[in-house]
Protein backbone atom coordinates (compact mmCIF):
# COMPACT_ATOMS: atom_id res chain seq x y z
CA UNK A 1 0.00 0.00 0.00
CA UNK A 2 2.73 2.67 0.93
CA UNK A 3 4.99 1.48 -1.46
CA UNK A 4 2.28 1.79 -4.31
CA UNK A 5 1.91 5.64 -2.88
CA UNK A 6 5.90 6.01 -2.64
CA UNK A 7 6.15 5.31 -6.08
CA UNK A 8 2.98 7.47 -7.04
CA UNK A 9 4.61 10.65 -5.36
CA UNK A 10 7.92 9.75 -7.00
CA UNK A 11 6.48 9.65 -10.65
CA UNK A 12 5.02 12.86 -10.03
CA UNK A 13 8.56 14.21 -8.82
CA UNK A 14 10.72 12.96 -11.68
CA UNK A 15 8.25 14.26 -14.09
CA UNK A 16 8.41 17.82 -12.54
CA UNK A 17 12.14 17.55 -12.13
CA UNK A 18 13.11 16.18 -15.03
CA UNK A 19 17.16 15.11 -15.09
CA UNK A 20 17.77 16.14 -11.57
CA UNK A 21 19.29 12.51 -9.86
CA UNK A 22 20.45 13.38 -6.63
CA UNK A 23 16.70 15.33 -5.80
CA UNK A 24 15.03 12.70 -6.73
CA UNK A 25 17.61 10.57 -4.52
CA UNK A 26 16.86 12.69 -1.68
CA UNK A 27 12.95 13.09 -1.93
CA UNK A 28 13.03 9.04 -1.70
CA UNK A 29 14.79 8.28 1.12
CA UNK A 30 12.41 10.90 2.56
CA UNK A 31 9.41 9.79 0.74
CA UNK A 32 9.81 6.20 1.97
CA UNK A 33 10.24 6.90 5.73
CA UNK A 34 7.49 9.76 5.97
CA UNK A 35 4.78 8.49 2.90
CA UNK A 36 3.57 5.52 5.55
CA UNK A 37 3.60 7.80 8.74
CA UNK A 38 1.44 10.24 6.85
CA UNK A 39 -1.12 7.57 5.78
CA UNK A 40 -2.02 7.20 9.07
CA UNK A 41 -2.17 11.33 10.06
CA UNK A 42 -4.65 12.59 8.07
CA UNK A 43 -3.99 15.98 8.64
CA UNK A 44 -1.15 15.43 6.37
CA UNK A 45 -2.84 13.37 3.85
CA UNK A 46 -5.17 15.86 3.02
CA UNK A 47 -2.97 19.04 3.01
CA UNK A 48 -0.39 17.80 0.70
CA UNK A 49 2.04 18.42 3.02
CA UNK A 50 4.99 16.38 1.98
CA UNK A 51 4.07 18.10 -2.23
CA UNK A 52 4.52 21.09 -1.11
CA UNK A 53 7.80 20.33 1.12
CA UNK A 54 9.36 19.10 -2.34
CA UNK A 55 8.84 21.91 -4.01
CA UNK A 56 11.20 25.10 -3.34
CA UNK A 57 9.96 28.06 -1.90
CA UNK A 58 11.60 30.30 -4.44
CA UNK A 59 14.68 29.47 -6.90
CA UNK A 60 17.01 32.01 -8.06
CA UNK A 61 19.62 31.21 -10.81
CA UNK A 62 22.09 34.14 -11.87
CA UNK A 63 24.74 34.59 -14.48
CA UNK A 64 28.06 35.84 -12.53
CA UNK A 65 30.52 37.41 -14.77
CA UNK A 66 34.31 38.18 -13.79
CA UNK A 67 37.84 38.58 -15.15
CA UNK A 68 40.47 36.32 -14.42
CA UNK A 69 43.93 37.56 -14.09
CA UNK A 70 44.50 37.27 -17.81
CA UNK A 71 41.82 40.05 -18.34
CA UNK A 72 39.57 37.24 -19.75
CA UNK A 73 36.09 37.04 -19.21
CA UNK A 74 34.68 34.41 -17.07
CA UNK A 75 31.13 33.82 -16.63
CA UNK A 76 29.94 31.18 -14.12
CA UNK A 77 26.25 30.06 -13.24
CA UNK A 78 24.84 31.38 -9.41
CA UNK A 79 21.97 29.69 -7.36
CA UNK A 80 20.32 30.09 -4.46
CA UNK A 81 17.23 27.73 -3.35
CA UNK A 82 14.80 28.68 -1.05
CA UNK A 83 13.64 25.71 0.09
CA UNK A 84 11.42 26.32 3.20
CA UNK A 85 10.87 28.96 5.52
CA UNK A 86 8.09 27.62 7.81
CA UNK A 87 10.23 27.57 10.97
CA UNK A 88 12.53 30.18 10.59
CA UNK A 89 14.57 32.05 7.87
CA UNK A 90 16.24 30.21 5.26
CA UNK A 91 19.43 28.77 6.31
CA UNK A 92 21.84 26.57 4.37
CA UNK A 93 25.49 26.64 2.76
CA UNK A 94 27.09 28.15 -0.40
CA UNK A 95 28.90 25.28 -2.53
CA UNK A 96 31.64 26.25 -5.35
CA UNK A 97 32.40 23.14 -7.13
CA UNK A 98 32.15 22.47 -11.13
CA UNK A 99 29.80 19.61 -10.16
CA UNK A 100 26.86 22.38 -9.20
CA UNK A 101 23.86 22.63 -11.21
CA UNK A 102 20.04 23.11 -10.31
CA UNK A 103 19.48 19.18 -9.34
CA UNK A 104 22.58 18.59 -6.44
CA UNK A 105 21.60 22.40 -5.21
CA UNK A 106 17.88 21.09 -4.52
CA UNK A 107 18.72 17.69 -2.97
CA UNK A 108 21.20 19.94 -0.66
CA UNK A 109 18.35 21.89 0.01
CA UNK A 110 15.80 19.49 0.46
CA UNK A 111 17.79 18.05 3.02
CA UNK A 112 18.51 21.32 5.08
CA UNK A 113 15.11 21.67 5.74
CA UNK A 114 14.60 18.27 7.87
CA UNK A 115 18.59 18.73 8.89
CA UNK A 116 17.43 22.11 10.38
CA UNK A 117 14.08 21.14 12.27
CA UNK A 118 16.19 18.68 13.81
CA UNK A 119 18.98 21.02 15.33
CA UNK A 120 15.56 22.47 17.79
CA UNK A 121 16.49 25.77 16.51
CA UNK A 122 14.26 28.39 14.52
CA UNK A 123 15.93 28.10 11.11
CA UNK A 124 14.09 26.97 7.50
CA UNK A 125 16.00 25.29 4.57
CA UNK A 126 17.56 26.61 1.65
CA UNK A 127 21.55 26.05 -0.22
CA UNK A 128 22.94 27.65 -3.46
CA UNK A 129 26.44 27.98 -4.59
CA UNK A 130 28.40 28.39 -8.02
CA UNK A 131 30.09 25.80 -10.39
CA UNK A 132 33.21 27.87 -10.50
CA UNK A 133 35.71 25.82 -9.05
CA UNK A 134 37.99 27.70 -6.48
CA UNK A 135 41.26 25.15 -8.11
CA UNK A 136 43.91 26.46 -9.29
CA UNK A 137 42.30 30.03 -8.95
CA UNK A 138 44.52 32.98 -7.71
CA UNK A 139 43.39 34.59 -4.28
CA UNK A 140 42.64 37.88 -6.90
CA UNK A 141 40.48 35.55 -8.81
CA UNK A 142 38.42 33.79 -5.99
CA UNK A 143 37.72 37.20 -4.88
CA UNK A 144 36.31 38.45 -8.16
CA UNK A 145 34.06 35.23 -8.60
CA UNK A 146 32.91 36.37 -4.79
CA UNK A 147 32.15 39.81 -5.04
CA UNK A 148 30.51 39.57 -8.61
CA UNK A 149 28.48 36.23 -7.03
CA UNK A 150 27.76 38.53 -4.04
CA UNK A 151 26.58 41.62 -6.27
CA UNK A 152 23.24 39.31 -7.43
CA UNK A 153 22.91 37.44 -4.12
CA UNK A 154 22.78 40.46 -1.73
CA UNK A 155 19.43 41.43 -2.99
CA UNK A 156 17.62 37.85 -1.65
CA UNK A 157 19.40 37.44 1.62
CA UNK A 158 19.05 39.29 4.81
CA UNK A 159 19.39 38.47 8.72
CA UNK A 160 15.70 37.40 8.92
CA UNK A 161 15.79 36.78 5.47
CA UNK A 162 18.43 34.11 4.01
CA UNK A 163 21.20 33.20 5.72
CA UNK A 164 24.04 30.83 3.90
CA UNK A 165 27.16 29.81 5.11
CA UNK A 166 30.44 27.41 3.69
CA UNK A 167 30.20 24.60 1.95
CA UNK A 168 32.43 22.75 -0.65
CA UNK A 169 34.79 25.22 -1.79
CA UNK A 170 33.54 27.86 0.49
CA UNK A 171 35.53 28.03 4.08
CA UNK A 172 36.98 31.42 5.71
CA UNK A 173 38.46 32.99 2.99
CA UNK A 174 35.32 32.90 0.59
CA UNK A 175 32.80 34.11 3.07
CA UNK A 176 35.00 37.06 4.31
CA UNK A 177 34.83 38.31 0.38
CA UNK A 178 31.55 37.93 0.04
CA UNK A 179 30.35 39.53 3.67
CA UNK A 180 32.83 42.45 2.45
CA UNK A 181 30.80 43.31 -0.91
CA UNK A 182 27.75 42.91 0.77
CA UNK A 183 28.28 45.29 3.58
CA UNK A 184 29.64 47.90 1.05
CA UNK A 185 26.19 47.12 -1.22
CA UNK A 186 24.05 47.68 1.67
CA UNK A 187 26.43 49.99 3.95
CA UNK A 188 24.95 47.35 7.12
CA UNK A 189 27.34 45.62 9.13
CA UNK A 190 24.75 42.67 9.83
CA UNK A 191 25.11 38.76 10.28
CA UNK A 192 24.32 37.91 6.63
CA UNK A 193 26.62 34.96 6.33
CA UNK A 194 27.37 32.47 9.17
CA UNK A 195 31.37 31.18 9.29
CA UNK A 196 32.45 34.89 9.49
CA UNK A 197 36.05 35.04 11.34
CA UNK A 198 36.10 35.39 14.99
CA UNK A 199 37.51 39.18 14.93
CA UNK A 200 34.42 40.00 13.05
CA UNK A 201 31.45 38.60 14.49
CA UNK A 202 31.99 34.78 14.02
CA UNK A 203 31.31 32.23 16.56
CA UNK A 204 34.25 30.15 18.52
CA UNK A 205 33.46 26.12 17.26
CA UNK A 206 32.19 27.06 14.02
CA UNK A 207 34.66 25.56 12.30
CA UNK A 208 35.30 22.23 14.67
CA UNK A 209 31.26 22.64 14.41
CA UNK A 210 30.45 19.95 11.89
CA UNK A 211 33.08 17.17 12.18
CA UNK A 212 32.89 17.61 15.94
CA UNK A 213 29.10 17.25 16.30
CA UNK A 214 29.13 13.95 13.78
CA UNK A 215 31.56 12.44 16.23
CA UNK A 216 29.33 13.38 19.20
CA UNK A 217 26.73 11.77 17.26
CA UNK A 218 28.12 8.65 16.06
CA UNK A 219 29.50 8.38 20.19
CA UNK A 220 25.78 8.74 20.78
CA UNK A 221 24.87 5.93 18.37
CA UNK A 222 27.88 3.89 20.03
CA UNK A 223 26.54 4.50 23.62
CA UNK A 224 23.05 3.73 22.61
CA UNK A 225 24.32 0.03 21.85
CA UNK A 226 26.56 -0.10 25.32
CA UNK A 227 29.91 1.01 23.71
CA UNK A 228 32.10 3.89 22.94
CA UNK A 229 34.93 5.54 20.41
CA UNK A 230 37.65 4.41 22.78
CA UNK A 231 39.80 2.55 21.30
CA UNK A 232 38.31 2.50 17.85
CA UNK A 233 39.92 2.49 14.63
CA UNK A 234 38.27 4.86 12.26
CA UNK A 235 38.37 5.59 8.19
CA UNK A 236 37.94 9.19 7.20
CA UNK A 237 37.29 10.31 3.75
CA UNK A 238 38.15 13.92 2.86
CA UNK A 239 40.47 16.14 3.84
CA UNK A 240 38.43 19.29 4.21
CA UNK A 241 37.03 21.32 6.94
CA UNK A 242 34.26 18.80 7.87
CA UNK A 243 37.26 15.80 7.92
CA UNK A 244 39.84 17.44 9.69
CA UNK A 245 37.53 18.56 12.61
CA UNK A 246 36.45 15.04 12.69
CA UNK A 247 39.93 13.32 13.65
CA UNK A 248 40.65 16.42 16.08
CA UNK A 249 37.02 14.68 18.04
CA UNK A 250 38.34 11.48 17.57
CA UNK A 251 41.50 11.53 18.97
CA UNK A 252 40.05 13.86 21.76
CA UNK A 253 37.64 11.04 22.43
CA UNK A 254 40.33 8.23 22.20
CA UNK A 255 39.59 6.55 18.95
CA UNK A 256 42.23 6.61 16.06
CA UNK A 257 41.80 7.86 12.70
CA UNK A 258 43.44 6.31 9.26
CA UNK A 259 43.13 7.67 6.44
CA UNK A 260 42.19 10.78 4.79
CA UNK A 261 41.33 11.86 0.78
CA UNK A 262 40.93 14.31 -1.50
CA UNK A 263 39.20 13.59 -5.25
CA UNK A 264 42.99 12.32 -6.26
CA UNK A 265 43.33 9.17 -3.61
CA UNK A 266 43.82 8.20 -0.07
CA UNK A 267 46.59 8.02 2.34
CA UNK A 268 46.76 5.35 4.76
CA UNK A 269 48.53 5.76 8.45
CA UNK A 270 48.02 2.66 10.32
CA UNK A 271 49.43 4.59 13.09
CA UNK A 272 47.32 6.85 13.71
CA UNK A 273 47.02 10.67 12.11
CA UNK A 274 47.38 12.22 15.48
CA UNK A 275 47.46 15.92 16.15
CA UNK A 276 50.85 17.40 14.66
CA UNK A 277 50.40 15.18 11.83
CA UNK A 278 46.65 16.84 11.69
CA UNK A 279 48.13 20.56 11.64
CA UNK A 280 50.53 19.32 8.79
CA UNK A 281 47.22 18.55 7.14
CA UNK A 282 45.25 22.05 8.02
CA UNK A 283 48.58 23.73 6.40
CA UNK A 284 48.59 21.69 3.67
CA UNK A 285 45.23 21.95 2.88
CA UNK A 286 43.78 25.46 4.02
CA UNK A 287 47.13 27.71 3.25
CA UNK A 288 48.83 25.55 0.62
CA UNK A 289 45.98 24.26 -1.03
CA UNK A 290 47.93 21.06 -2.02
CA UNK A 291 46.75 17.61 -2.14
CA UNK A 292 46.71 14.72 0.14
CA UNK A 293 49.25 12.71 -1.28
CA UNK A 294 51.67 15.15 0.08
CA UNK A 295 51.13 13.41 3.56
CA UNK A 296 51.83 10.08 2.28
CA UNK A 297 55.39 11.83 1.07
CA UNK A 298 56.03 13.67 4.59
CA UNK A 299 55.40 11.06 7.01
CA UNK A 300 56.09 7.75 4.87
CA UNK A 301 52.93 5.72 4.55
CA UNK A 302 50.78 4.08 1.79
CA UNK A 303 48.96 6.74 -0.99
CA UNK A 304 46.52 4.72 -3.03
CA UNK A 305 45.89 6.90 -6.10
CA UNK A 306 42.13 7.14 -6.74
CA UNK A 307 40.70 5.03 -4.24
CA UNK A 308 38.22 5.47 -2.03
CA UNK A 309 39.11 4.68 1.88
CA UNK A 310 36.73 2.09 2.20
CA UNK A 311 38.96 -0.90 1.63
CA UNK A 312 40.77 0.30 4.92
CA UNK A 313 39.28 -2.45 7.62
CA UNK A 314 37.75 -0.08 10.43
CA UNK A 315 35.37 -0.19 13.26
CA UNK A 316 33.70 3.39 12.62
CA UNK A 317 33.30 4.56 9.16
CA UNK A 318 33.25 8.69 8.61
CA UNK A 319 32.77 9.87 5.05
CA UNK A 320 33.03 13.41 4.94
CA UNK A 321 34.00 14.35 1.48
CA UNK A 322 30.99 14.50 -0.69
CA UNK A 323 27.43 12.88 -1.98
CA UNK A 324 27.68 9.20 -3.08
CA UNK A 325 31.14 8.12 -2.21
CA UNK A 326 29.75 4.71 -0.24
CA UNK A 327 28.19 2.14 -3.11
CA UNK A 328 26.53 -0.89 -2.34
CA UNK A 329 30.10 -2.74 -3.04
CA UNK A 330 31.95 -0.44 -0.85
CA UNK A 331 29.18 -0.92 2.13
CA UNK A 332 29.44 -4.52 1.91
CA UNK A 333 33.18 -4.51 2.46
CA UNK A 334 33.02 -2.04 5.27
CA UNK A 335 30.39 -4.46 7.22
CA UNK A 336 32.49 -7.25 5.87
CA UNK A 337 35.25 -5.91 7.55
CA UNK A 338 33.94 -5.42 10.79
CA UNK A 339 32.73 -1.98 10.53
CA UNK A 340 29.92 -1.08 13.35
CA UNK A 341 28.88 2.81 12.85
CA UNK A 342 28.43 5.06 10.06
CA UNK A 343 28.69 8.49 11.13
CA UNK A 344 27.85 10.44 8.02
CA UNK A 345 29.58 14.33 8.08
CA UNK A 346 28.65 14.83 4.26
CA UNK A 347 25.44 15.03 2.76
CA UNK A 348 24.22 11.72 1.23
CA UNK A 349 27.19 10.07 0.80
CA UNK A 350 25.90 6.47 0.81
CA UNK A 351 24.05 5.51 -1.93
CA UNK A 352 20.43 3.75 -1.47
CA UNK A 353 22.15 0.69 -2.18
CA UNK A 354 24.72 1.11 0.37
CA UNK A 355 22.15 2.18 2.78
CA UNK A 356 20.36 -1.12 2.67
CA UNK A 357 23.71 -2.78 3.44
CA UNK A 358 24.03 -1.04 6.54
CA UNK A 359 20.56 -1.36 7.36
CA UNK A 360 20.15 -4.98 6.84
CA UNK A 361 23.62 -5.84 8.64
CA UNK A 362 21.80 -3.44 11.60
CA UNK A 363 25.06 -1.66 12.26
CA UNK A 364 24.51 1.81 13.73
CA UNK A 365 24.09 4.16 10.68
CA UNK A 366 23.67 7.97 11.08
CA UNK A 367 22.70 9.50 7.87
CA UNK A 368 24.09 13.39 7.31
CA UNK A 369 20.20 15.07 8.07
CA UNK A 370 20.93 14.08 11.73
CA UNK A 371 25.13 13.41 12.15
CA UNK A 372 26.39 16.26 10.49
CA UNK A 373 23.65 19.18 11.70
CA UNK A 374 26.31 20.37 14.24
CA UNK A 375 27.39 22.94 11.67
CA UNK A 376 24.14 24.45 11.03
CA UNK A 377 23.54 24.49 14.56
CA UNK A 378 26.36 26.09 15.58
CA UNK A 379 25.19 28.62 12.67
CA UNK A 380 22.51 29.01 14.64
CA UNK A 381 24.25 29.92 17.55
CA UNK A 382 26.43 31.99 15.62
CA UNK A 383 23.17 34.10 14.62
CA UNK A 384 22.11 34.45 17.88
CA UNK A 385 25.35 35.99 19.73
CA UNK A 386 25.01 38.33 16.11
CA UNK A 387 21.81 39.40 17.24
CA UNK A 388 23.12 39.74 21.02
CA UNK A 389 25.79 41.53 20.00
CA UNK A 390 27.41 39.37 22.24
CA UNK A 391 31.03 36.18 21.88
CA UNK A 392 30.37 33.59 24.05
CA UNK A 393 32.99 31.72 25.02
CA UNK A 394 34.22 28.02 23.22
CA UNK A 395 33.42 25.89 26.17
CA UNK A 396 29.63 27.47 26.11
CA UNK A 397 29.18 27.04 22.37
CA UNK A 398 30.78 23.45 22.32
CA UNK A 399 28.14 22.59 25.40
CA UNK A 400 25.82 24.37 23.51
CA UNK A 401 26.52 21.76 20.62
CA UNK A 402 27.26 18.73 22.41
CA UNK A 403 23.74 18.91 23.77
CA UNK A 404 21.90 19.50 20.61
CA UNK A 405 23.60 16.71 18.72
CA UNK A 406 21.95 14.25 21.87
CA UNK A 407 18.98 16.18 21.42
CA UNK A 408 19.15 15.08 17.82
CA UNK A 409 19.87 11.39 18.58
CA UNK A 410 17.37 11.67 20.75
CA UNK A 411 14.23 12.72 18.19
CA UNK A 412 16.13 9.55 16.01
CA UNK A 413 15.42 7.24 18.54
CA UNK A 414 12.08 8.47 19.53
CA UNK A 415 11.06 7.78 15.91
CA UNK A 416 13.24 5.09 14.68
CA UNK A 417 13.48 2.83 17.44
CA UNK A 418 12.73 -0.80 16.79
CA UNK A 419 13.54 -2.99 19.43
CA UNK A 420 17.61 -2.42 20.30
CA UNK A 421 18.04 -1.39 16.97
CA UNK A 422 17.66 2.44 15.91
CA UNK A 423 16.91 3.21 12.45
CA UNK A 424 17.92 6.36 12.08
CA UNK A 425 16.89 7.32 8.74
CA UNK A 426 13.45 6.55 9.46
CA UNK A 427 14.32 8.77 12.78
CA UNK A 428 15.71 11.36 11.39
CA UNK A 429 13.42 12.01 8.72
CA UNK A 430 9.82 11.75 10.66
CA UNK A 431 11.89 13.42 13.35
CA UNK A 432 12.61 16.65 10.90
CA UNK A 433 9.24 16.00 8.99
CA UNK A 434 6.98 16.32 11.93
CA UNK A 435 8.26 20.24 13.19
CA UNK A 436 8.33 21.45 9.82
CA UNK A 437 4.82 20.04 8.58
CA UNK A 438 3.42 21.53 11.65
CA UNK A 439 4.44 24.94 11.02
CA UNK A 440 3.07 24.66 7.56
CA UNK A 441 -0.10 23.66 8.79
CA UNK A 442 -0.28 26.54 11.46
CA UNK A 443 0.27 28.70 8.68
CA UNK A 444 -2.10 27.97 5.85
CA UNK A 445 -1.75 26.94 2.58
CA UNK A 446 1.46 28.48 1.98
P1 LIG B 1 35.73 21.17 1.87
O1 LIG B 1 35.68 21.89 0.58
O2 LIG B 1 36.41 21.80 3.02
O3 LIG B 1 36.37 19.72 1.66
C1 LIG B 1 35.82 18.81 0.77
C2 LIG B 1 36.71 17.58 0.73
O4 LIG B 1 36.04 16.57 -0.01
C3 LIG B 1 38.04 17.82 0.03
O5 LIG B 1 38.99 16.96 0.57
C4 LIG B 1 37.70 17.44 -1.42
O6 LIG B 1 38.83 17.05 -2.18
C5 LIG B 1 36.78 16.26 -1.21
N1 LIG B 1 35.88 16.15 -2.35
C6 LIG B 1 35.01 17.09 -2.80
N2 LIG B 1 34.35 16.65 -3.87
C7 LIG B 1 34.81 15.41 -4.11
C8 LIG B 1 34.54 14.43 -5.08
N3 LIG B 1 33.62 14.64 -6.04
N4 LIG B 1 35.21 13.24 -5.01
C9 LIG B 1 36.13 13.02 -4.03
N5 LIG B 1 36.45 13.92 -3.08
C10 LIG B 1 35.79 15.08 -3.12
O7 LIG B 1 34.20 20.85 2.21
P2 LIG B 1 33.54 20.49 3.61
O8 LIG B 1 34.49 19.71 4.43
O9 LIG B 1 32.94 21.73 4.15
O10 LIG B 1 32.33 19.56 3.15
C11 LIG B 1 32.44 18.14 3.00
C12 LIG B 1 31.05 17.52 3.02
O11 LIG B 1 30.40 17.84 4.26
C13 LIG B 1 30.09 17.98 1.92
O12 LIG B 1 29.24 16.91 1.57
C14 LIG B 1 29.29 19.06 2.62
O13 LIG B 1 28.03 19.27 2.01
C15 LIG B 1 29.14 18.44 4.00
N6 LIG B 1 28.81 19.37 5.07
C16 LIG B 1 29.62 20.43 5.35
C17 LIG B 1 29.29 21.29 6.37
C18 LIG B 1 30.20 22.39 6.80
O14 LIG B 1 29.92 22.99 7.84
N7 LIG B 1 31.27 22.70 6.09
C19 LIG B 1 28.02 21.14 7.12
C20 LIG B 1 27.30 19.93 6.80
C21 LIG B 1 27.67 19.10 5.79
P3 LIG B 1 39.44 18.03 -3.29
O15 LIG B 1 40.13 19.11 -2.52
O16 LIG B 1 40.32 17.18 -4.12
O17 LIG B 1 38.24 18.56 -4.06
Not at 126 to 137: E, I, L, R
Not at 149 to 176: K, N, Y
Not at 208 to 224: R, S
Request: aromatic share 8%.
Amino acid sequence: MSDAKVKKFMEGIIKKNPGEVEFHQAVLEVAESTIPYIEKNQKYKDTKILERIAEPERVIMFRVPWLDDKGEVQINRGFRIEMNSAIGPYKGGLRLHPTVYLGLLKFLAFEQVFKNSLTTLPMGGGKGGSDFDPKGKSDNEVMKFCQSFMSELFRHIGPDTDVPAGDIGVGGREIGFMFGQYKRLRNEFTGILTGKALNWGGSLIRPEATGYGCVYFTQAMLEAQGDSLKGKVCTVSGSGNVAQYTVEKVNQLGGTCVTLSDSSGTIHDPKGIDEKKLAFVMELKNVKRGRIKEYATKFGCDYYEGKRPWGVTCDVAFPSATQNEINGADAKVLVKNGCTAVGEGANMPTTPEGIKVFQDAKICYGPGKAANAGGVATSGLEMSQNSQRLAWTREEVDTKLHGIMIAIHAQCEKYGKAGKYIDYVKGANIGGFVKVADAMLDQGLV
